[in-house]
């Protein structure tokens, strides 16, 4: 007799308990759930049905259609910020030290100035560059100039601009310029070869309206540390050209 008076009072209690979903089979027993799933099935049938061309959904496309020949018509927003259609307000302007595009430069005489020492590749974090050394003639780089690069390449899908290669060059051999607007069709594009970073420099000094060497009409170096030119990295002078020494 207990235990079936027991279960009559839990049934009693949970009856008087507010509704809340529960899994407790006492809880299904007392029919609470069934209430709650009727209440939703009633509530779903006031909801308004749509129409037939609502159903199509014909009404809304159209509304779409609408809307976007509308845009069609209404001036661009686009900022053509390379183009000639732009204004000069809206043309970007690199500031001063902009680590934009790698380029090479080359002395008076048309020589590049990098002696493939390496510098710049060991120093490289990304480890986007690759140089290959070959041995220079004296008759263009004088006896104290034993190195060039065969091979120097800069692959731009790795490179983080961080101008770490500029500053452990020590023949001011390899600098940045202010180009950033990058685009390219395939990724062999991205790899920059010694001719595609020469064309660079000399495209960077037109722009600026110094020489290939970086010389103003002044005969200074502007852009070079210091002011320095080419004869600090290579040293050709007239004492200085002859033989070089055996075993060096």
Known sequence: MIPAVAQEIVLAAAHDQPHAHSDDPRTLMA????????????????EREMTF??????????????????????????IDYVGGKSKPGQRH?????????????????????????????TACPAECITIVGEPTSIEDFGAQRFKKPDVFEIDMLKCIYCGMCVEAC????????????????????????MQRLLKNND??????????????????YPISPDGCGPDITHGVTDFRVGVREGGA
């Open 31 to 46: 029919g609470h759930d069934a209430q709650a799933h009727a209440a939703q099935v009633k509530s779903r049938r006031q």
């Open 53 to 78: 061309w609502e159903r199509t959904y014909l009404p809304e496309v159209f509304k779409g259609l609408v809307n976007t020949f509308k845009m069609m018509f209404r001036p661009s927003t686009t």
């Open 93 to 121: 302007i690199a500031s001063v030290g902009y680590r934009g595009e790698h380029y090479l430069k080359v002395d008076d005489g048309g020589n590049i100035k990098c002696v493939a020492c390496f510098m710049c590749s």
């Open 170 to 193: 020590p023949k001011d051999a390899i600098a940045m310029s202010t180009t950033y607007n990058q685009v390219h069709t395939k990724r062999s594009d991205a790899i920059y070869d």
């Open 203 to 220: 495209e960077f000094m037109q722009s600026l309206g110094l020489s290939r060497s970086g010389r103003d009409a002044t005969g200074k």
